[in-house]
């Protein structure tokens, strides 16, 4: 293995409160220079607070976070022309052009947006797009604008928030390009979002946490290969929908005469003995896809399984929370 690089972003035993809510708690979590890291979980689960602590909006209540060594939150201005963030719920002013919005956002940075005309031709941004009122904006738009500004002053961390939503499939192809170039210098990117498929091809190593609780960080190839496999099977007899032993644990979903088992990696073979015991006609193994290990993930979390990595959810830099607003 190469040497180790330094974390960009230090969580140690993160607990964010709001009075006697609790958006995260106890969350520990190290991102490496240089990568493109998925944040990942369902509304709720403590990403957008975490996010939120990390450029500096929120304190946290308890724990420690330190992003380029820096508390962000007493050395926000320090920080900021080093950080680029995309909220999750971008509100800009209606009134600005976007050409005014871009200069506004550029001197809070601090930074010279040194990219900002390349971005904005890049993403499909043009003259008179630029010299428009942002209330004229569609979605899509405004999400442009977004990621041109969290992207113009070539930060040395990326906190993006759904950078996706509400762009065509062009524009996305277009942001993956700018996110492979990002990483290729170097840079560090944390990616929060809901498209699975999205963080499967982008990102390295995920977090995915539940409730305001860390259940795993691991490689993304990891995580899918010591997930369970699934197993389709399709019967001969037509006769649909039936027992199937102690396969049911496993909670078969039927289509007609085809079965879909999601089964753990170390029980697959004698699973696999007991069903073809049956009048099976085809059968498929297939490791799952990142979406299948995060439902897996979250099946057995809830049940009480301790699925942390080894590190006890602490990264050390090598391959092995949607929070209540304030």
């Known amino acids: 293995m190469g040497e180790r690089t330094r974390n960009v972003i230090d969580i140690v035993s993160l607990t964010k409160r709001y009075g006697r809510t609790t958006g995260v708690e106890g969350l520990d979590i ?5 990568e493109v890291f998925g944040f990942l979980g369902p509304n709720g689960a403590g990403k957008t607070t975490t996010m939120r602590c990390l450029v500096g909006l929120l304190r946290p209540t308890e724990g420690r976070v330190r992003v380029l060594g820096r508390d962000p939150f007493t050395e926000h201005l320090r920080l900021a022309p080093s950080l680029g963030y995309l909220p999750g719920e971008l509100r800009l002013y209606p009134e600005l052009t976007g050409r005014e919005t871009l200069r ?9 947006a040194r990219l900002q005309d390349e971005l904005c031709a890049r993403l499909g941004l043009s003259g008179p797009d630029l010299d428009r009122p942002v209330r004229a904006y569609s979605r899509g738009m405004k999400q442009k604008l977004g990621l ?8 040395e961390l990326v906190i993006l928030d759904e950078p996706t939503e509400g762009l065509d499939p062009l524009v996305q192809e277009t942001f993956y390009a700018l996110l492979e170039e990002v990483r290729a210098a170097g840079r560090t990117v944390l990616l929060s979002s809901h498209v699975l498929p999205e963080v499967q091809r982008t990102c390295g190593r995920v977090a995915i946490v539940r409730a305001g609780r860390l259940v795993t960080v691991g490689a993304v190839a990891a995580l899918r290969e010591a997930r369970a496999r699934k197993v389709r099977l399709t019967f001969a007899d037509g006769l649909g929908r039936r027992p199937l032993g102690g396969a049911d644990r496993w909670s078969p979903d ?9 089964i753990p990696p170390d029980r697959t073979v004698a699973v696999l003995r007991e069903l073809l015991a049956l009048p099976v006609r085809d059968v498929t193994v297939e490791e799952a896809g990142l979406d299948e290990a995060f439902l897996d993930l979250y099946r057995n979390h809830r049940s009480g399984q301790d699925d942390r990595s080894d590190h006890g959810g602490r990264d050390t830099g090598s391959d092995p929370g949607e929070g209540k607003p304030p």
């Open 30 to 34: 190290g991102v490496g220079e240089g």
């Open 148 to 155: 041109v500004q969290a992207l113009q002053h070539e930060p």
């Open 254 to 262: 039927w289509h007609g005469d085809q079965a879909v088992l999601m």
């Open 104 to 112: 506004l956002l550029a001197a809070l940075q601090g930074a010279p």
